[in-house]
């Protein structure tokens, strides 16, 4: 019996792509072998990746001004090659809204940028996406984090007035929501929260501002090579591409869209929000009300010797994955696009059963 996933990432994925996958194990396409053990220079990969591209795109509605790039090394590779690419020797400013941002922060440094923290919520514990900003006076990029996965908080819309272009890691509410990118010259994100299997990271950028980057990168830290190569310059991650793809059609067949993908993850988290906010202090959120994500609900126990508990006796209710990250503990809730509404309506049902017995 399947359980009910709310795992951090690697995370849920549709049942209908996990199901059609299956089918195709032995014999993708025809081709008497599976997309594993196909080349990815044949015909029908080539195709399948380039209608990944094209559907992503369609569901993002971008044009030819972007270009969907296949890379690997996950969001953490792409904390390097942003300022090596773009920020060596140049001011670059950082909103560190948590863990990831500050690495990012972190890697810009060690990469050679003139990293500048334009704002923080660590004085606060990262509780909050801040609305302030002491930008600096020219800086090559302005880079956030759109979702904060350890603290649950999520930018509800992005800055309107920076001083120079926007670059976001959006790993973990990428195609949950419609976006506006006007401002934005590169977005990536890991495949393992909303988008497939690890081992992908998607890649949206302008090839207009890959060509303003440092020219003396090693070819595989470059992203004109992705882009001149199409993702090709050596062995792409071809499972994870096709499983992507065959998300981005659910996304665009079965739930219709980003703008209907975001009323479901909407109607989800209020459900889980009202179970914390009316317990009477039972359960407490720890992001702050304005911040709060849709993707990732954290909360504790105001009996905090009763969490192990309730993790415990969740596994055996059959949900899963409800521990939060290793470095703050408590419990979070990824309510990620595959994750229904039937399996929050479960968890809420557990915790209004279990507040009814401890509390």
């Known amino acids: 019996m399947r359980v009910y996933n709310f795992n951090g990432g690697p995370a849920a994925l549709p049942l209908p792509v996990l199901e059609r996958a299956a089918a195709e194990m032995l014999d993708w396409n025809g081709t008497g072998m599976s997309i594993m053990e196909n080349?990815?220079?044949?015909?029908?990969?080539?195709?399948?990746?380039?209608?990944?591209?094209?559907?992503?795109?369609?569901?993002?509605?971008?044009?030819?001004?972007?270009?969907?790039?296949?890379?690997?090394?996950?969001?953490?590779?792409?904390?390097?090659?942003?300022p090596l690419n773009f920020g060596q020797g140049q001011v670059c400013d950082y909103v560190d809204t948590g863990m990831w941002s500050t690495k990012a922060y972190q890697e810009a440094q060690i990469c050679g940028a003139k990293a500048h923290?334009?704002?923080?919520?660590?004085?606060?514990?990262?509780t909050f996406i801040p609305e302030r900003y002491d930008f600096s006076s020219n800086p090559r990029y302005v880079?956030?984090?759109?979702?904060?996965?350890?603290?649950?908080?999520?930018?509800?819309?992005?800055?309107?007035?920076?001083?120079?272009?926007?670059?976001?890691?959006?790993?973990?509410?990428?195609?949950?929501?419609?976006?506006?990118?006007?401002?934005?010259?590169?977005?990536?994100?890991?495949?393992?929260?909303?988008?497939?299997?690890?081992?992908?990271?998607?890649?949206?950028?302008?090839?207009?501002?890959?060509e303003t980057g440092q020219k003396d990168l090693p070819h595989m830290l470059d992203y004109r090579t992705y882009i001149e190569h199409d993702s090709m310059f050596n062995t792409p991650p071809v499972f994870a591409i096709y499983i992507a793809g065959l998300t981005f059609k659910w996304l665009r067949d079965e739930i219709g869209g980003l703008a209907k993908a975001e009323k479901l993850n909407q109607a989800k988290a209020a459900l889980l929000y009202k179970t914390i906010?009316?317990?009477?202090?039972?359960?407490?959120?720890?992001?702050?009300?304005?911040?709060?994500?849709?993707?990732?609900?954290?909360?504790?126990?105001?009996?905090?010797?009763?969490?192990?508990?309730?993790?415990?006796?969740?596994?055996?209710?059959?949900?899963?994955?409800?521990?939060?990250?290793r470095s703050v503990g408590g419990m979070r809730a990824s309510l990620y696009n595959a994750v229904n509404l039937t399996a929050v309506q479960a968890l809420t049902d557990f915790m209004v059963e279990f507040k009814n017995k401890k509390g």
């Open 39 to 82: 080349s990815h220079r044949a015909k029908e990969v080539v195709a399948m990746a380039e209608e990944t591209q094209a559907v992503l795109k369609e569901l993002l509605g971008l044009g030819d001004e972007w270009k969907v790039l296949f890379c690997q090394g996950g969001a953490s590779l792409q904390f390097a090659m942003i």
């Open 117 to 126: 923290l334009a704002a923080s919520s660590k004085a606060e514990d990262y």
């Open 143 to 210: 880079y956030l984090t759109s979702n904060n996965t350890v603290r649950g908080t999520q930018w509800p819309s992005f800055i309107q007035n920076a001083p120079a272009p926007l670059i976001s890691d959006m790993s973990s509410d990428f195609l949950s929501r419609p976006v506006n990118l006007e401002n934005f010259v590169l977005v990536h994100a890991g495949a393992q929260k909303n988008v497939g299997p690890a081992g992908l990271t998607i890649v949206l950028i302008k090839p207009t501002w890959a």
């Open 277 to 325: 906010d009316d317990s009477g202090g039972f359960y407490q959120g720890t992001a702050q009300k304005a911040s709060r994500s849709l993707m990732n609900v954290t909360f504790r126990l105001a009996q905090t010797d009763l969490e192990k508990t309730f993790l415990s006796e969740a596994k055996d209710a059959g949900l899963v994955g409800l521990n939060g990250h």
